[in-house]
């Protein structure tokens, strides 16, 4: 079975703080993916990465980085916290597509983190 | 642009079926199926492609109209395991990146 773990199920964090979420995956994905889950707005993507030290933005990259070192760690950093960054983040993981093939994401239980 | 999800919620009895719809404004590659119980992670149902149609989880299977972009999810003889949020993602071949609609609440009561 494939697994995605995060560090922190329930972080709180205070206005301007730096935090660091992490996710592990153990099925040498190559695509990784931070998504932020909110109430009527479904999974947004932040930031993906489909090899090591590669990225991309997603459509809500503001206020957040990430870094991916080795392959099974992507990171997202929140450089300053702020209060409307206050959501469910979702990790997920999954291996390359290729000509014809689509291949799904496998999902982190979440972190779910509150900024005061 | 994110797909559009219809009915946003619906509640069924036991037993009964309910259809969740997934549309897009954009050409469709391939459209993702997930299931998120409250608290847990989502749980992939099934994936459809461009040109075919894949069932792939209990008595739930789902179809893709490529002229519409349009997927529907049908769930029949529902049970109570079936409560959660079903959320479609849609895919475009690039690096699996997809793009989740807003969800469809569905509870199912005894």
């Known amino acids: 079975d494939v697994k995605v773990t995060q560090s922190s199920r329930y972080l709180v964090k205070r206005t301007g703080e730096k935090v660091f979420l992490e996710c592990v995956q153990d099925?040498?994905?190559?695509?990784m993916f931070w998504y932020r889950q909110d109430p009527g707005l479904g999974l947004r993507l932040i930031y993906f990465s489909y090899d090591v030290k590669m990225k991309e933005k997603g459509d809500i990259p503001e206020g957040y980085s990430v870094s991916r070192e080795k392959k099974e760690r992507f990171s997202l950093i929140l450089e300053s916290a702020s209060t409307n960054q206050t959501s469910m983040y979702l990790c997920a993981s999954s291996p390359p597509s290729g000509l014809g093939r689509q291949e799904t994401q496998y999902f982190g239980p979440g972190t779910r983190l509150l900024v005061l | 642009q994110q797909p559009v999800q219809s009915p946003q919620a619906v509640i069924l009895r036991e037993g009964e079926d309910a259809v969740i719809n997934c549309s897009s404004s954009?050409?469709?590659?391939?459209v993702h199926w997930y299931r998120q119980k409250h608290g847990e992670a989502p749980v992939f149902l099934m994936i459809?492609?461009?040109?075919?149609e894949q069932k792939g989880h209990e008595k739930i299977s789902a179809s893709f109209n490529e002229k519409k972009q349009q997927s529907s999810l049908y769930l029949t003889a529902s049970q109570l395991s079936y409560s959660g949020t079903y959320f479609c993602?849609?895919?475009?071949?690039?690096?699996?990146?997809?793009?989740f609609g807003a969800g469809t609440r569905l509870a199912v009561h005894p």
């Open positions: 954009k050409a469709l590659y391939s």
């Open positions: 099925m040498d994905h190559e695509n």
């Open positions: 459809l492609l461009k040109g075919g």
């Open positions: 993602g849609t895919g475009s071949g690039g690096y699996n990146k997809l793009i």
